[in-house]
Nanobody, 124 residues
Framework: VQLVESGGGLVQTGGSLRLSCAAS????????IGWFRQAPGKEREGISC????????YYADSVKGRFTISSDYAKKTVYLQMNSLKPEDTAVYYC??????????????????WGRGTQVTVSS
């Protein structure tokens, strides 16, 4: 299983970025997949995930209304469109996947597979 993120960078407050995660080595449709992030000095948090129970989409309250997760099953890629970015969104963003049945995002321990992460920095 391999997950490769791209699309991070430096953006001003109010700007937008789109993260991509290219997946390989597993049956994309069967896995719970999503995005976590970790800011300096903070724990990793699940911000948006697609459940493999019912395909429901979950968003953390901190990003609801600003971020949108989507997936292209043909390309085995999941995206995270991030709009109206704030300095508190600054973090390393990780793509995650796991074959266990997961509703919502759940805690980081639920996920066996992680990308290396991509840095997102929002300047004020």
């Amino acid at each position: 299983v391999q997950l490769v993120e791209s699309g991070g960078g430096l953006v001003q407050t109010g700007g937008s970025l789109r993260l991509s995660c290219a997946a390989s080595g597993f049956t994309f449709d069967d896995y719970a997949i999503g995005w976590f992030r970790q800011a300096p000095g903070k724990e990793r948090e699940g911000i948006s995930c697609i459940s493999n129970v019912d395909s429901a989409v979950y968003y953390a309250d901190s990003v609801k209304g600003r971020f949108t997760i989507s997936s292209d099953y043909a390309k085995k890629t999941v995206y995270l469109q991030m709009n109206s970015l704030k300095p508190e969104d600054t973090a390393v963003y990780y793509c995650v996947a796991d074959p266990a049945l997961i509703e919502g995002c759940g805690p980081p321990v639920f996920y066996d597979y992680w990308g290396r992460g991509t840095q997102v920095t929002v300047s004020s």
